[in-house]
């Protein structure tokens, strides 16, 4: 059985910085590309950035290019979203996903197979 459990959400003023965890348990770390997505409430679901299974590559989405950063640690079976200069349109319930099939990830939540259950990101202004 696949689980993802993420953390470390919160409500922060503006500009300030957070770091998502997302610890993965079922197949092997390694061999799953994984995916951070967000959705606020009455948006629809918005892609935030995707790395490949060994962590080499990595894909970010249009709002967030350039103040957040997708990593991993493979030994410890997480993936982590550093986010820095926050924005009150970054408050959102943040979700990791993991995609089984393919090397890179995508910016697609379709190919994703598996989902943590969110966690909150509250921006103040």
């Known amino acids: 059985q696949v689980q993802l459990v993420e953390s470390g959400g919160g409500l922060v003023q503006t500009g300030a910085s957070l770091r998502l965890s997302c610890v993965v348990s079922?197949?092997?770390?390694?061999?799953?590309?994984m995916g951070w997505f967000r959705q606020a409430p009455g948006k629809e679901r918005e892609f935030v950035a995707h790395i490949s299974r060994s962590g080499g590559t990595a894909y970010y989405g249009d709002s967030v290019g350039g103040r957040f950063t997708i990593s991993r640690d493979n030994a410890k079976s997480t993936v982590f979203l550093q986010m820095t200069g926050l924005k009150p349109e970054d408050t959102a319930v943040y979700s990791c996903?993991?995609?089984?099939?393919?090397?890179?990830?995508?910016?697609?939540?379709?190919?994703?197979?598996?989902w943590g259950q969110g966690t909150q990101v509250t921006v103040s202004s």
């Open positions: 079922g197949p092997s770390f390694s061999s799953v590309a």
């Open positions: 996903a993991a995609d089984l099939t393919s090397f890179s990830g995508s910016s697609d939540a379709a190919d994703y197979e598996y």
